[in-house]
């Protein structure tokens, strides 16, 4: 009833890129809408989950029409259309979100949520006790540049495409803020998630998605327990961010902010790419140039 694996992030770290893979892999059923938010977000009135602003609550919405017009034209299912509105208006409850998988027969099901990282830990045991044999698929990417790409992507959200036209003082205060600090705060979460999942938690590094994305994909594909099946487009973009070199005035901000979570993490985990994330030098190789290749087609960030 409840999904066989969770997607917990990191933000910005191929987190579209994992979804929109997964989903095309004929054992696998997730979702139409990406970030259902169940355990990170309040449960909400009727008249919020028809009329409220939040992107979730527009989305479910806006599926829901979609779904409704297409099941009039007969190209959608009644199934698909119950789903929908199920999503889009019944009240939240553990029910009402192991409904929204139901039984599949063959397939496991899974949700991809960047936010699910930054649960406390006693959601986290709740969780386990909905899904005792789930499997959690953590991303992680660089501290500094999964806070710039974030930035980047926040201010263009905002119809602002030219993050110099934004002040300093506003980009300071963005990246200051305790939500853009935690979205990184790696190895707290590893420790949290690890606690309860203990051996069921599969860490991957945007790295591995630069570097090699195929096999990237079938290691994640072997952990949640299916079969290697690897589309040939699996380094096509994805709902990719439009990156720009982190400017020169911002890092030594963001080496303040991130040095000591560089530090707990390669304590932590003792990889080769931790290694490399303490050491790399973003003064000396301005921004991105320290950052490994991208493949030709850049792949999703989010």
């Not at 309040?42 to 992107?55: H, K, Q």
């Not at 009039?72 to 509105?85: C, E, N």
């Not at 040095?259 to 994330?277: A, C, G, V």
């Amino acid at each position: 009833m409840y999904p066989n694996f969770l997607g917990i992030g990191a933000q910005k770290s191929g987190t579209t890129w994992l979804h929109d893979n997964l989903a095309r892999h004929p054992q696998v059923w997730l979702p139409p809408v990406k970030e259902i938010h169940y355990f990170d977000r309040p449960e909400l009135s009727l008249g919020s989950r028809l009329f409220g602003d939040a992107e979730r609550l527009c989305k479910g919405r806006a599926l829901l029409r979609e779904s409704a017009w297409g099941w009039i034209k007969g190209t959608v299912k009644s199934r698909d259309l119950a789903w929908a509105w199920k999503y889009a208006v019944r009240p939240r409850s553990d029910e009402w979100y192991g409904s929204l998988f139901g039984r599949r027969s063959g397939m496991l099901t899974g949700e991809i949520c960047p936010g699910y990282a930054r649960l406390p830990t006693e959601v986290i045991q709740r969780i386990r006790r909905l899904m005792p044999e789930g499997r959690i698929i953590y991303l992680l990417r660089h501290p500094i540049e999964r806070a710039w790409s974030a930035a980047v992507m926040h201010f263009n959200d905002r119809g602002r495409s030219d993050y110099r036209g934004i002040s300093p003082v506003e980009l300071d205060e963005w990246l200051r803020r305790p939500k853009s600090i935690e979205h990184a705060m790696y190895s707290s979460a590893i420790e949290r998630w690890r606690g309860v999942f203990e051996d069921r938690l599969f860490i991957g590094f945007y790295d591995e998605l630069c570097r090699d994305p195929a096999r990237l994909l079938s290691r994640i594909q072997a952990f949640i327990g299916v079969r290697e099946d690897v589309p040939a487009d699996v380094s096509a973009q994805r709902n990719a961010g439009n990156w720009t070199h982190i400017p020169e005035r911002f890092i030594p901000l963001l080496e303040e902010l991130f040095e000591p979570e560089l530090q707990r993490l390669h304590k932590l985990l003792n990889h080769p790419i931790t290694l490399d994330w303490l050491n790399r030098d973003y003064r000396q190789q301005s921004g991105m140039a320290a950052a490994p290749a991208e493949p030709a087609g850049k792949v999703a960030t989010r």
